[in-house]
């Protein structure tokens, strides 16, 4: 089993919806960020967040240590949203960060 | 602007050649990194480097080669060890290593092996 398993692989949806994708992970974490990779490969930076709730813009994150588990949430939904979405972790005490298989959304005009 | 440039964009190469691949950055960062992401798998870390002089291996760092002889740069040295080399490469850095530091991405190289 992966440190960290994101779902869904793949989400497709028309625009305006409301978007979920979930990051779950197994082990104790200093830091989980969020990350978004566009159709030619740059990754842009998201979300760093230990505890709580984030948001910026139409983005929202939320972490729950105990259960180990965060969600992006996508609120009215847009084609330019479309990209690959990757959840990383940061271990106590690690000096790198564990990457999920990331998730592949494609909103529909 | 401040940012990290990776260069080229796409890179073709033989087999049995030695490639390397640029990593600059203006940020400041003490930390660089390289990671490799193939299709359907999750990024993973070739090599990092904390600082000027001193770098780890990550997870797979064998058929790979880095310096940081100064601290804007990070070239990553592909070898002909390396099996399967054809993969996009992203290098990243950070202000430091630890829970609190966000890192930033390149764009990424796309290297095919013929």
């Known amino acids: 089993k992966n440190e960290v398993e994101q779902s869904p692989q793949n989400l497709t949806a028309q625009e305006g919806e409301f978007i979920t994708i979930n990051c779950s992970y197994s082990?104790?974490?200093?830091?989980l960020h969020w990350l978004q990779q566009h159709p030619g490969g740059g990754i842009v930076s998201l979300f760093m967040?230990?505890?709580g709730k984030k948001k910026h813009g139409r983005l929202i994150a939320t972490i729950n240590i105990q259960e180990k588990h965060s969600s992006l949430h996508i609120t009215a939904s847009h084609p330019r949203d479309s990209a690959v979405y990757i959840c990383a972790v940061r271990g106590w005490g690690a000096q790198k960060l564990v990457f999920g298989q990331g998730t592949r959304l494609t909103i529909n005009p | 602007d401040g940012g990290i440039t990776q260069s080229p964009k796409y890179l073709f190469r033989k087999e049995g050649q030695n490639v390397t691949l640029s990593c600059e950055q203006n940020?400041?960062?003490?930390?660089m990194y390289w990671y490799r992401q193939d299709p359907g798998q999750g990024l993973r870390l070739i090599y990092y480097s904390q600082i000027v002089n001193d770098f780890q291996k990550g997870d797979i760092a064998e058929g790979y080669s880095v310096s940081r002889e100064k601290k804007e740069s990070f070239p990553l040295t592909v070898t002909s060890a390396q099996k399967n080399p054809t993969a996009f490469y992203l290098c990243?850095?950070?202000?430091?290593?630890?829970?609190?530091?966000?890192?930033?991405f390149g764009p990424g190289t796309r290297l095919t092996v013929l």
């Open positions: 967040l230990s505890s």
């Open positions: 990243a850095s950070s202000l430091g290593t630890s829970g609190s530091n966000e890192q930033f």
């Open positions: 940020l400041n960062h003490d930390a």
């Open positions: 082990v104790g974490i200093s830091a």
